[in-house]
């Protein structure tokens, strides 16, 4: 009987991910976020989706500890999908969905890595959504946002650099605090940080001087990033930087130089740094280091090849043999055991909600939460990029996290609050706050935007 | 008035939005098509790779399926005893020992090829479902391969106590038909007689010496010499004449033909029927260095071979730098030159099928346990080596070696043979040289090449060439 619907299911799994995926480029196309029919039919997939995962775990495995989990996830995400919508009336649906399908998909991983992680996680994504939740209405209630300029820099320089000298080290990154058993990871909020400081110091001013100034706090924070052995958060702060100044001042020339210099700090980074050596060295040839340098990346590909298409169903493979899975890796145990196609649909989920969130910010001609809206979207694509073309081979490993499936409370709370000051710029925007030419220009003044 | 018209300017970034959006969509186009590629390349690779650990993972779900000749004749199985311990059994014992090869002290031969096929399982869902019920592994897949057992038996039986190499191949499709490596053992014992075959090292048993061996071609590297000489001189190569005292001198250095023997007044033809190395080492003088080096690059020396078998490199090396005595010592397959037996054969294969050679394999296709093919592989092209009429020219000299120079022992049979002897020497002392031969049959349609390399047996001609014509023998009556 089991052995029927592991089979079965593999296929269904897959199936509900790739309709779920063509809902997700649909919704792009529609001139407005209002499709009810859609949203209900994604919603329908989500559930389905968990029912046979769930299902297919407590199966394999014979415990009843995942229904119980099951069940605490589905009234998490049945929460989120009826009440922030109840909230917040205006709220974009396709991205609250992917967010509780990524959430949802997320949970299912890690509880079949570790239970009591998974169990962590959960409270953390409960605390996450708590606190969010509350975004979207001091967005609308705060004024000053745009003051606190050097604040932010400031604010980020000081908490990477005092992580640089007191944090403790993780997988030999000198990255993490602990307060009260709880670990965080700060260069996670520092991203948050980074991008109000750069819309607060570029949304009105563009000359060379001002980039030049920013150039120095990001530059700064970069290198603090590089020195505590954290490359990827290094690379998502620096793409960032570089396309927010690009978007922000619409000169290529900054674009260019950005590039160039990106080269030139890689090259001199790779000279200077033994652990940026391995990581290349592991890159080009890992089957050559397979005992050492490439043992991370060579489990990482053997998940992928052995899980093929259509994976090898939950449970069935051997995920545990890469080492951090659950956070740098994760992306490749999903596709050892739901499949590549599903990985494929994963990616095309995440790539159609970048492109949501650049659609959120042509909308916007409040040129500072323009800037955040877009800055927001480019780091989060730019560290899905890093992490599964990491677990890939395609590029180096950096040792980022896929945010909201991988475990790892500061990247999730991270995200989710990211995602929610997107959410509470598109209802502003909704509302008529944020647009040049918009219904309600009486709150536009009174906001003392624009000309 | 200035500053209003930067501000409006600054208003709309959506071009720059717009472009960074699509710079992402290609980035993840090519991120995807990445994962694509890989997954559809690597699959296989991946599950063999021995670091990693779902082969066991598959090994305790399914156990290892048989290998089967072309006929259907068990060449491996895995038995169940009571206690569902498996045994893996070689009927034949020692006959397919390097080709069929073993599995359970790493693997070699089909059981390292096919090891992903093997391990795998098609058979029905019903089946698994059954066998889940009553705790029983499911059957893995069978591989049928290429090998035909007599002609196999016939190459052992031939190379008999000698160290040396058989392989047989299919012209047109790359089949290989048989594999025979000597000194060879019994894979049914491997894990008993392991750790002696490891540390015996002198004898190297577990070295496939078919595709690993590296031996001096010997004259059967005048096939090559000879094919750059007609490139060169395309019209006029049957002009070619020279008077053989026995040796050839050129400055300090000096050829002998084997054995000192003189041939006389030679043409293009008759050099390379009666192997002439003093003829051939007057053509290695006057020929083009860096068109050579061209030549022995299409003939795939110094370079990966289109083989999935593990195989050596063969390695030559011609360029303008060399000295003459190593040219001329090159020319006739002396010298530092390195060849492989599977390698000559390919290079004979493509001379008798029009200069196309195709990739041998020995894989014929995967069937699950109810016998419904899973994967059949086709033959499959890998290009010219040579052009037609350069293999046809060739082809002609081969038959000249048969009908009138040192692989006479083929004449006058039911079938007509071409082919090239060799006898390379391997050290100083004369007489001590590996015998050759390279060659197919029926010469006007070719269908069956067979190579042989006997070590240290003394000439082609005497020791080699018996070999071929049992082989073939057995070929056509098979037939």
Redesign the interface.
């Known amino acids: 009987?089991?052995?029927?619907i592991t089979?079965l299911s593999k296929y269904g799994i897959t199936i509900c991910m790739m309709l779920y995926t063509v809902c997700c480029f649909v919704s792009l196309w529609r001139k407005n976020e209002k499709v009810h029919a859609l949203y209900v039919l994604q919603s329908i997939l989500l559930f389905l989706m968990q029912l046979i995962l769930f299902l297919n775990l407590a199966l394999v495995s014979g415990n009843m500890k995942y229904v119980f989990f099951y069940v605490f996830v589905q009234v998490f995400l049945l929460a989120c999908l009826v009440m922030v919508p109840i909230i917040y009336e205006e709220v974009n649906r396709p991205l609250l969905n992917i967010m509780c399908m990524l959430i949802g998909i997320g949970l299912c991983i890690i509880s079949r890595l570790s239970f009591n992680k998974a169990v962590r996680q959960y409270i953390i994504v409960l605390m996450s959504l708590t606190i969010s939740l509350f975004i979207p209405y001091l967005l609308s209630r705060i004024k000053f946002l745009k003051k606190l300029t050097w604040i932010y820099g400031l604010v980020g320089v000081v908490v990477l650099g005092v992580v640089l000298f007191v944090g403790e080290y993780t997988h030999g990154s000198k990255i993490t605090f602990t307060i009260k058993d709880i670990t965080f990871q700060p260069s996670e909020f520092v991203k948050i940080l980074l991008i109000f400081f750069l819309a607060a110091a570029l949304w009105e001013k563009?000359s060379f001087l001002r980039v030049a100034e920013t150039a120095v706090i990001a530059g700064m924070e970069v290198i603090i990033l590089v020195a505590s052995k954290d490359l990827g958060s290094a690379l998502i702060f620096f793409a960032a930087y570089v396309?927010v100044v690009?978007?922000?001042t619409?000169n290529y020339f900054y674009l260019l130089l950005g590039a160039a210099g990106g080269c030139v700090a890689s090259y001199a980074a790779f000279r200077l740094f033994e652990h940026v050596q391995t990581r290349v060295y592991a890159w080009r040839d890992p089957w050559a280091y397979?005992d050492n340098k490439g043992w991370a990346v060579?489990?990482s590909?053997?998940?992928?090849?052995?899980g093929?298409?259509f994976g090898?169903g939950l449970l069935?493979?051997?995920p545990k043999?890469i080492p951090y899975v659950d956070q740098d890796f994760v992306f490749s145990s999903v596709c050892e055991e739901l499949g590549?196609l599903f990985?494929?649909c994963l990616?095309?989920v995440i790539?159609s909600c970048?492109?949501m969130i650049?659609k959120i910010?042509?909308q916007i001609?409040d040129?500072f939460y323009?800037l955040i809206v877009?800055g927001i979207g480019?780091m989060y694509?730019?560290q899905i990029?890093l992490t599964?073309?990491g677990g890939?081979n395609?590029i180096p490993l950096t040792g980022v996290t896929l945010p909201f499936i991988s475990y790892g409370g500061s990247s999730c709370m991270t995200t989710m609050i990211m995602f929610f000051i997107i959410q509470g710029i598109y209802i502003r925007l909704q509302k008529g706050g944020g647009k040049?030419v918009g219904r309600k220009k009486a709150e536009n003044k009174a906001n003392g935007q624009q000309? | 008035m200035e500053e209003r018209k930067q501000?409006t300017?600054?208003?709309?970034?959506?071009p720059?939005?717009?472009i960074?959006?699509c710079f992402?969509?290609i980035?993840?186009a090519?991120?995807?098509g990445?994962?694509?590629y890989?997954?559809s390349t690597?699959?296989q690779?991946?599950?063999n790779?021995s670091?990693?650990?779902?082969q066991e993972?598959l090994l305790s779900q399914n156990y290892r399926g048989s290998i089967f000749s072309r006929d259907g004749d068990v060449l491996a199985e895995t038995q169940m005893d009571a206690g569902q311990n498996e045994t893996r059994i070689y009927p034949y014992k020692n006959l397919f020992s390097h080709i069929v090869g073993y599995s359970t002290q790493g693997r070699m031969g089909v059981e390292a090829l096919a090891n992903y096929y093997l391990i795998n399982t098609n058979t029905s869902?019903n089946n698994?479902?059954v066998n889940?019920m009553a705790g029983v592994k499911n059957p893995g897949d069978n591989v049928y391969t290429t090998l035909d057992v007599e002609i196999q038996q016939v190459a052992d039986e031939q190379l008999s106590i000698y160290k040396g190499a058989v392989i047989v191949t299919e012209v047109k499709t790359g089949k290989v038909l048989a594999l025979v490596s000597h000194p060879d053992f019994d894979p049914n014992e491997i894990n008993d007689i392991w750790d002696s075959l490891i540390n015996n090292d002198s004898s190297s048993v577990l070295v496939n010496r078919a595709t690993q061996g590296l031996y001096p071609p010997g004259s059967t590297f005048k096939i090559i010499t000879a094919l750059e000489y007609i490139r060169e001189n395309p019209n006029t190569y049957n002009n070619y004449v020279f008077g053989c005292p026995g040796y050839f001198r050129f400055e300090d250095s000096k050829i002998n033909c084997y054995h000192g023997s003189s041939h006389g007044q030679v043409n293009f033809e008759k050099s390379f029927a009666k192997s002439c190395n003093s003829s051939f080492a007057n053509i290695g003088m006057g020929l083009d260095r860096t068109a050579f080096a061209d030549t022995l690059d299409d003939l795939l020396f110094n370079r990966k071979l289109p083989l999935t078998l593990t195989y050596a490199k063969s390695s030559v090396q011609v360029s303008e730098d060399i000295s003459d005595d190593e040219m001329m010592q090159t020319s006739i397959g002396q010298g530092k030159t390195q060849i492989t037996p599977i390698h000559l054969n390919m290079i004979t294969c493509a001379i008798a099928n029009k200069g196309l050679l195709m990739k041998p394999y020995v894989i014929d296709r995967v069937e699950n346990d109810a016998g419904n093919v899973v994967k059949a592989f086709k033959p499959s092209g890998y290009g010219k080596l040579m052009e037609e009429s350069e293999a046809e020219i060739l082809k002609s000299l081969m038959i000249s070696v048969v009908e009138s120079g040192t692989a006479s022992k083929l004449k006058g049979l039911s079938y007509t043979a071409a082919g090239k002897t060799g006898s390379a020497e391997y050290n100083n002392v004369k007489g001590d040289s590996h015998a050759w031969f390279t060659g197919f049959a029926p010469a006007e349609d070719p269908e069956v090449c067979v190579t042989i390399i006997v070590e240290g047996a003394g000439s082609g001609g005497d020791y080699a060439v018996p070999i071929a014509r049992r082989i073939f023998d057995a070929y056509f009556r098979e037939k």
């Open positions: 009987m089991q052995e029927y089979e563009t396309f690009f978007i922000a619409r397979i060579t489990q590909l053997f998940a992928i090849g052995s093929s298409w090898m069935k493979g051997n043999a590549v990985g494929i990616i095309l790539v970048f492109f650049m910010a042509i001609h040129r323009q877009y480019i694509v730019f990029f599964v073309g890939i395609l040049y000309t | 501000k300017r600054r208003m709309d970034s959506k720059e939005i717009i960074s959006g992402f969509l980035i993840f090519l991120l995807i990445y994962l694509v890989f997954v690597s699959e690779d991946m599950i790779n670091y990693n650990s779902r993972i869902l698994k479902v889940d």
